[in-house]
């Protein structure tokens, strides 16, 4: 833009300063010329009238002293006409070098037939005519003098209207070549700042687009990565190889949406041939249930290494998911390789299932609140003595309330794990899913973990057995109706 | 402190679960002071985990306040989930609502 105006107005400015500057020249060269026209014209006027008065004087007192006038006269008229013929042709007023002309030789002619025969006989007897020759003579000379500077201020006038008009005209012509250059100058920067506006606004429209879909991807692939990050660390996490334990694991999202729930199972080993195991549900689903049921799964096995008693274990996680305003419920505990031992505690989660072999299978104690809805909640550690060939199944409660009859669920469960056990299967969670599901869609999450007594070891069995039987018939409870607990509630 | 003559019943029915949670907060929200509460969850067949922490919520709150509080529980599923969650062990759990006006009126008095 600057550019344009640049190349538009500078010329003009230049053309026009130009301009007026040329007629300011001519017009002050010819204002000399006139001045000195006019003065020369003069001069030419007075040295025709010095001469004419010198004779006259001289024809009437006849003294030569009279003479000097028309004498100095004589000597500068011829120069002074010369200088005059200079300036006029400089001039170039039309008629003004004919009246010159006109006037030198009407001189001439007085010089010949006025002043040379009273200069020759001041008293001859024709000096009355040459006297009223001479004053004729003068008189035209007069007017030539006058009309030449008539012609003289005419052209002078001429010539300051000329540059009065030309000044005008550069003025105008300047004006509105500005006016125009300033105009298109708006319009250009109008025009230009609409575009600059309109790339600006479609700039910032591509910029806030680029930058939303630039967050919705990143949103979307770190929400993306999250879940697969936690499904990878869910599903990948192996379950222990311990020599006599044997276990298998299943997870069931709810949908494949949201792949990643609330619901966790881990086992970990301890050492000494003691397995940990836990298993649980956050309540909600997707993302956010995912991370609260990661910080659930780890705080509960940080809080086993520190504690060896699932009640104590459980009374921690309570704690944290307390302070954290989180809800989960979750079973917990070990099983003890070398005493054959089953040791858990459950909060608000539905109960153990245990089968031992040769019997039906039955569902442990359970009870204690969930984790996180009150402060110091207690929970009571359940032991259960096992035999080689013995299996806890833990499940959450997806397994068991997908009818909301949850007693329905209950008997649904034990016979998916009896079928299941009778079938010989190798992974057993697997078994009860499919018994339990086949191919349904399922409403919520379910994961189910399965701890086992490699069977087989006879010594072992005999012994074991023997101690087992009575142990577990206290700590199970069998299928069916539940008796009213009215007296327990007081509690608190 | 207690109005020894009054007794706030709280009735629901149905399946309680997460898109009942406000509904069943309102519903447990006692307000004033009455000699007890007794919740009438007598015709209720399901609760889910929300459903239940709701429940315990409010009963830390009736404890806190001193008001006892008896829940009427009929069907044995429901029971049955309770007992999961331990309810029975921090409510006093009823089947009959002959017994839970006894336990009320004597928890009052």
């Known amino acids: 833009m600057p550019l344009v105006f640049l190349v538009l107005v500078v010329p003009i400015l230049l053309g026009g300063g130009h301009l007026v500057s040329r007629v300011l020249r001519e017009s002050f060269a010819n204002s000399d010329a006139r001045r000195a026209a006019r003065t020369l014209n003069f001069t030419l006027l007075k040295d025709q009238l010095d001469e004419e008065t010198g004779v006259r004087g001289f024809t009437?007192?006849?003294?030569?002293?009279?003479?000097?006038?028309?004498?100095a006269a004589r000597r500068d008229f011829p120069g002074k006409v010369s200088q005059l013929r200079g300036r006029l042709s400089l001039l170039a007023i039309p008629g003004a070098e004919a009246l010159l002309d006109d006037a030198a030789g009407v001189n001439g002619q007085w010089l010949a037939q006025v002043a040379a025969p009273l200069l020759a006989d001041p008293h001859t007897p024709e000096a009355r005519v040459v006297q009223f020759r001479g004053k004729a003579l003068i008189d035209r000379f007069r007017r030539d003098s006058e009309r030449l500077d008539s012609a003289?201020?005419?052209?002078?006038?001429?010539d300051n209207r000329r540059l009065q008009s030309a000044i005008d005209n550069v003025s105008t012509l300047v004006f509105v070549a500005v006016s125009f250059v300033v105009l298109l100058a708006a319009v250009a920067?109008?025009?230009?700042?609409?575009?600059?506006?309109?790339?600006?606004?479609?700039?910032?429209?591509?910029?806030?687009?680029?930058?939303?879909?630039?967050?919705?991807?990143?949103?979307?692939?770190?929400?993306?990565?999250?879940?697969?990050?936690?499904?990878?660390?869910?599903?990948?996490?192996p379950l222990p190889v311990v020599p006599t334990l044997v276990f298998s694991a299943a997870y069931i999202p709810a949908t494949d949406e949201t792949r990643v729930g609330g619901d966790w199972y881990d086992a970990v080993e301890l050492g000494k041939g003691r397995v940990l195991f836990s298993l649980g549900d956050v309540e909600g689903h997707g993302i956010e249930a995912a991370v609260n049921m990661s910080r659930a799964r780890q705080a509960l096995i940080s809080a086993a290494l520190i504690d060896a008693d699932p009640a104590a274990v459980l009374r921690r996680v309570n704690g944290y998911l307390q302070s954290a305003g989180r809800m989960a419920t979750a079973v917990a505990g070990y099983a003890d390789a070398v005493s054959y031992e089953f040791v858990y505690a459950t909060a608000g989660h539905p109960p153990p299932l245990l089968l031992l072999p040769g019997r039906r299978p039955a569902l442990l104690d359970c009870g204690g609140l969930p984790l996180g809805v009150l402060e110091d909640c207690v929970y009571r550690t359940r032991r259960v003595q096992a035999v080689p060939g013995a299996v806890l199944v833990l499940y959450t409660d997806g397994a068991v309330e997908h009818s909301r009859d949850v007693l329905e669920g209950e008997a649904l469960l034990v016979q998916a794990a009896r079928r299941a056990l009778e079938n010989n299967v190798t992974d057993l969670a697997a078994s009860i899913r499919t018994e339990i599901f086949g191919g349904r869609?399922?409403?919520?999450?379910?994961?189910?973990?399965?701890?086992?007594?490699?069977?087989?070891e006879t010594t072992r069995m005999t012994f074991a057995s023997n101690n087992a039987q009575g142990t577990v018939i206290s700590g199970a409870r069998g299928v069916g109706p539940v008796p009213s607990s009215g007296s327990l509630g007081a509690a608190a | 402190m207690s109005d020894a003559t009054t007794l706030t019943v709280v009735k629901m029915d149905g399946e309680l679960d997460i898109g009942r949670r406000a509904e069943i907060r309102h519903a447990l929200a006692v307000e004033g002071n009455p000699s007890g509460v007794l919740v009438d969850f007598g015709d209720v067949t399901y609760a889910d985990s929300s459903a239940i922490s709701e429940l315990l919520r409010f009963r830390n709150d009736l404890n806190r306040r001193g008001l006892p509080v008896a829940l009427l529980i009929k069907s044995p599923q429901f029971k049955r989930l309770l007992e999961y969650a331990g309810v029975n062990e921090a409510f006093a759990v009823f089947d009959e609502r002959g017994a839970a006006l006894t336990y009320l009126g004597n928890a009052a008095s």
């Open chain 1, 60 to 71: 009437s007192i006849a003294d030569p002293e009279f003479l000097d006038p028309y004498a």
């Open chain 1, 152 to 158: 003289l201020v005419a052209r002078e006038q001429g």
């Open chain 1, 441 to 456: 869609q399922v409403g919520d999450d379910v994961a189910i973990l399965t701890i086992g007594f490699a069977p087989g």
């Open chain 1, 189 to 237: 920067a109008g025009a230009q700042s609409r575009l600059t506006a309109r790339l600006e606004a479609a700039r910032r429209r591509a910029e806030a687009e680029a930058r939303a879909n630039l967050e919705l991807r990143t949103a979307f692939e770190t929400e993306k990565r999250i879940a697969d990050t936690l499904q990878d660390a869910f599903a990948q996490r």
